[in-house]
């Protein structure tokens, strides 16, 4: 049975309603609706309400129940304490997020830092300062973000909110930047480049936009759902890198020359190394991206040779026919 419905101000449901949920790990909307003696549409306009006051609110389904929570417990969060170690490893991370020098995320992971300094006896801090310059990451080829930071605030208030956006995408063969309703996912790292993960609506799929083709962003009110099990991995598990194409079966010889900086690393999840009498190696996966792998194998020059499949070995054959052409005219 029901509760009564309360006679008070919205004022005051709304500061029941969030006690209600920092209280609780989750709260789902039938408690909500039995707790504060309102209807389903006003404790939804009660939610929004809360979100729009700048609470982190957020949802999930477990089981068969969506419940809600703040992605913080504000007063429920203990003080967070670091051994030595643990400090010596962060600052040494520190130097790796260079990568968004000019952004929000370096700006906070500057705050981060000088909040840690504050509490830290100066020659504890002054140690640390120097530990941090052991590792001098090199990103050759990096991107510069810090003229995106205006956007990336934004993506990062929509993938904190899940709240759905509409970007403006510069597409490199139209004139003009494209429309998409996009719902944010994930933010994706790779080779010195950031990406969004997310579903665009408008070409009812997932799809994966370089953040220095987003000619602008606008936060939507609509909030979204993260699809039940979501991992972002799954994305890429057959990819070679960040494009999304039909898995092919790949073989790559190295010469003996090389051999030791390969059979030492991981290309692909799926990899499989040989090491042949004469020192070189056969290197052998299964994933998708032609360009990828082809600008991959080329990169080796003549220490590598594409023995499968067929169709690519070919596309290289042909590439590396070009390259020759253009070197062997001095003119």
Partial sequence: MSKPAKKYSQAARLHDTIRLIESRHGVSLDEL??????????????????????????????????????????????????????????????????????????????????????????????????????????????????KAAALLTELRQALLFQQRVTIKYRVPANKKPELYL???????FYKGGLYLLGYAHNRLAVRTFAVERIASVQVEKVRFDLPEGYEPEERFKNSFGIVNEAPMHVRVRFSAAIAHSIGARIWHPT??????????VELGFTAGGRMEIVSWVL?????????????????????????????????
């Fill in 299 to 331: 990169s080796y020059g003549s220490h590598a040779e594409l023995l499968a499949p067929p169709e690519l070995r070919q596309e290289l054959a042909e590439t590396a026919a070009s390259m020759a052409a253009k070197y062997s005219n001095r003119s």
């Fill in 33 to 146: 609706v039995e707790e504060t003696g309102v209807n389903l549409r006003t404790v939804h306009r009660d939610l929004n309400a809360i979100s729009d006051a700048g609470y982190p609110l957020t949802s999930e389904w477990v089981g068969d129940r969506k419940l809600y929570r703040f992605i913080t417990g504000f007063k429920d969060v203990p003080p967070v304490s670091f051994s030595l170690q643990e400090l010596v490893t962060l600052y040494f991370l520190r130097s790796h997020l260079d990568l968004l020098q000019g952004t929000p995320f370096h700006d906070d992971l500057t705050t981060i830092f000088r909040k840690i300094n504050s509490v830290l006896p100066p020659r504890y801090g002054a140690h640390l300062e120097r530990i941090s310059r052991i590792s001098l990451p090199l990103l050759q080829g990096r991107r510069d973000y810090s």
């Fill in 182 to 188: 996009v719902d944010p996912y994930s933010f994706i």
């Fill in 271 to 280: 990899q499989k190394v040989s090491r042949l009498e004469d020192g070189s």
